[in-house]
């Protein structure tokens, strides 16, 4: 392990402390609303290490660690909730943690290394960049995973219906997303070591049936979490509903284009690539 990956531990450490002597001062509001005040002060230490060492990349991991900091506190609190129930949505999102934080370890090679996108973003925002990434890049991803662990407040704590079809739905939803990102990311890393070029494109393996297969398994995972909440309480309403459509829009919306106009400058086969692909679904192996 490098300084640079302990130093981010020490940060996140020193985040979710800040988080947890935060909640004393917010106990009279909803429970979900002392995580998300919680959430966001975790947020702010970490966009001081960030705005310390001139990288925002300190933030990356956040996303893949806070979810799991909510499931613990959650299930803490005392409430009606399932207890397989608990044990299974923790399962979902203790796979998924661990997962996602171990690859950005593995591609992170230390205080040098930067995302493209934020690199991008500096050079198109000037002086207006550290503004823009605490706003965008560090409290705008924030309230989106928030928005998407709103059913687990239904799920781990309110939620009283038994056990369900919903559940298992919700777990296999849940586990199979986590094994997709997991094969594509492995598929990714292995094209990387192999490729002669940078210019190649990947079209093998889960990348021959849809462009984004980590996106996919990354949406799949929220809505494993949305499922949960739907089976202990049996209805949904705007709130729960927020975070999985808002994580669909991020991916289709913003992520999606982004990195495809990257893609289709870096590799010239990517155009046909793209034109013989589906982006997400996988309806078939290849378009018609």
Same mark, same amino acid.
């Given at each position: 392990?490098?300084?640079?990956?302990?130093?981010?531990?020490?940060?996140?450490?020193?985040?979710?402390?800040?988080?947890?002597?935060?909640?004393?001062?917010?106990?009279?509001?909803?429970?979900?609303?002392?995580?998300?005040?919680?959430?966001?002060?975790?947020?702010?230490?970490?966009?001081?290490?960030?705005?310390?060492?001139?990288?925002?990349?300190?933030?990356?991991?956040?996303?893949?660690?806070?979810?799991?900091?909510?499931?613990?506190?959650?299930?803490?609190?005392?409430?009606?909730?399932?207890?397989?129930?608990?044990?299974?949505?923790?399962?979902?999102?203790?796979?998924?943690?661990?997962?996602?934080?171990?690859?950005?370890?593995?591609?992170?090679?230390?205080?040098? @290394?930067?995302?493209?996108?934020?690199?991008?973003?500096?050079?198109?925002?000037?002086?207006?960049?550290?503004?823009?990434?605490?706003?965008?890049?560090?409290?705008?991803?924030?309230?989106?995973?928030?928005?998407?662990?709103?059913?687990?407040?239904?799920?781990?704590?309110?939620?009283?219906?038994?056990?369900?079809?919903?559940?298992?739905?919700?777990?296999?939803?849940?586990?199979?997303?986590?094994?997709?990102?997991?094969?594509?990311?492995?598929?990714? @890393?292995?094209?990387?070591?192999?490729?002669?070029?940078?210019?190649?494109?990947?079209?093998?393996?889960?990348?021959?049936?849809?462009?984004?297969?980590?996106?996919?398994?990354?949406?799949?995972?929220?809505?494993?979490?949305?499922?949960?909440?739907?089976?202990?309480?049996?209805?949904?309403?705007?709130?729960?509903?927020?975070?999985?459509?808002?994580?669909?829009?991020?991916?289709?919306?913003?992520?999606?284009?982004?990195?495809?106009?990257?893609?289709?400058?870096?590799?010239?086969?990517?155009?046909?690539?793209?034109?013989?692909?589906?982006?997400?679904?996988?309806?078939?192996?290849?378009?018609?």
């Amino acid at each position: 392990m490098t300084r640079a990956h302990l130093l981010i531990i020490v940060s996140y450490m020193l985040a979710l402390a800040a988080a947890w002597f935060t909640l004393p001062f917010v106990s009279e509001y909803h429970v979900m609303v002392q995580v998300l005040i919680a959430d966001v002060v975790a947020t702010i230490v970490i966009f001081a290490f960030s705005f310390a060492f001139s990288n925002s990349s300190f933030y990356d991991a956040y996303w893949s660690v806070i979810p799991i900091a909510i499931v613990a506190y959650l299930v803490a609190l005392p409430g009606d909730a399932e207890t397989l129930r608990q044990l299974m949505l923790a399962l979902v999102i203790g796979l998924w943690g661990v997962r996602l934080t171990a690859n950005w370890a593995y591609t992170w090679s230390g205080l040098d @290394h930067v995302d493209w996108r934020y690199i991008n973003l500096q050079e198109q925002s000037g002086i207006l960049w550290w503004p823009l990434s605490f706003a965008g890049v560090h409290l705008f991803p924030t309230i989106l995973v928030f928005l998407g662990c709103i059913p687990m407040y239904h799920a781990l704590v309110i939620g009283d219906h038994p056990i369900n079809v919903f559940d298992y739905i919700a777990l296999a939803v849940g586990l199979v997303s986590v094994w997709i990102e997991f094969q594509s990311d492995r598929e990714l @890393h292995r094209f990387r070591e192999t490729r002669s070029s940078r210019a190649e494109v990947l079209d093998t393996g889960l990348w021959a049936w849809c462009r984004h297969p980590n996106y996919l398994g990354e949406i799949g995972v929220w809505v494993s979490v949305l499922l949960f909440g739907y089976a202990a309480v049996g209805y949904l309403d705007y709130w729960m509903l927020s975070g999985a459509v808002s994580m669909v829009l991020l991916f289709t919306v913003v992520s999606i284009p982004m990195i495809e106009k990257k893609l289709a400058a870096d590799k010239p086969g990517y155009a046909d690539y793209k034109a013989r692909s589906f982006s997400l679904m996988p309806l078939s192996k290849f378009k018609r």
